[in-house]
């Protein structure tokens, strides 16, 4: 019941801000920059290596999705959160609460996967409009029925499965640090280096599973790669979140 306490309240201090619109905004921005580059060459967008449109579609906007948006998204949405009592030093007043820490450890981490699992679905979402708009822009690029759903919403499962080492790092960093301008240059220096480790990778070599590019072996479709990464990315983003909840509840706050 404390921790539903402590969602709840996490929850009501997401109303209205920036934060939860970015669920929407930037899985949006996305989908429309997919669509408009596709609907201009869809022969180059869409390789039609596997000869299903609805394959190549949904690669593409994992693609630019894993690559550039998800990594800068979940920096700024755990900054968001975390800036909400970072700012004029709100946690004296939340720790004198009688609830025990760990709870508000966990739910604002609860809530930031609950936002990057919202904000998947409406990429996701987002596919299945663009393979709908596609054929009335270019008729070149049929999309043939039945849709793939459940391939679809695999690869969207496995790429929200894979960002949880980065969210659980990225969310300690933002509770640990006040500074806004920590938080946010940390997750755009390892966005960074998520990219070039993505770029640079040979088959199976140890840059794939850097937290940030974790979510691109999605991309690359090797089932082994992938079935690790999740194994990685549970696994070590647990002991992630257990060592960041036993940070934040021993911290001294002043």
Not at 25 to 48: D, E, N, Y
Not at 135 to 140: D, G, K, Y
Not at 158 to 185: P, Y
Request: charged share 15%; hydrophobic share 55%.
């Amino acid at each position: 019941m404390t921790l539903l306490r402590a969602l709840h309240a996490e929850m009501l201090k997401m109303k209205r801000t920036i934060a939860l619109k970015m669920v929407v905004l930037a899985p949006a921005i996305g989908v429309l920059v997919v669509l408009f580059v596709a609907s201009q060459s869809p022969f180059t967008v869409l390789h039609r290596d596997s000869n299903n449109e609805w394959t190549e579609l949904t690669r593409t906007n994992l693609r630019f999705w894993a690559m550039l948006m998800l990594p800068l998204y979940i920096t700024l949405e755990c900054a968001l959160i975390a800036g909400l009592d970072h700012s004029e030093n709100q946690w004296k007043s939340l720790l004198a609460r009688p609830l025990p820490r760990w709870t508000l450890y966990v739910a604002k981490l609860t809530i930031v996967l609950a936002m990057t699992a919202v904000a998947t679905l409406v990429l996701l979402f987002g596919i299945l409009m663009d393979g709908a708009i596609l054929p009335r822009l270019q008729t070149e690029a049929p999309f043939r029925f039945p849709v793939p759903w459940a391939a679809i919403f695999r690869d969207g499962a496995q790429v929200f499965g894979l960002v949880f080492l980065a969210v659980t790092i990225q969310h300690w960093i933002s509770l640990r640090w006040s500074s806004f301008s920590v938080a946010v240059g940390t997750g755009i220096v390892a966005s960074v280096v998520g990219f070039f480790a993505v770029v640079a990778r040979k088959l199976d070599s140890w840059p794939q599973y850097f937290p940030w590019a974790l979510p691109m072996l999605v991309d690359e479709g090797r089932v082994h790669n992938i079935q690790t990464g999740l194994i990685i990315s549970g696994a070590l983003g647990l002991v992630v979140a257990v060592a960041g909840c036993w940070d934040f509840c021993r911290r001294e706050v002043t």
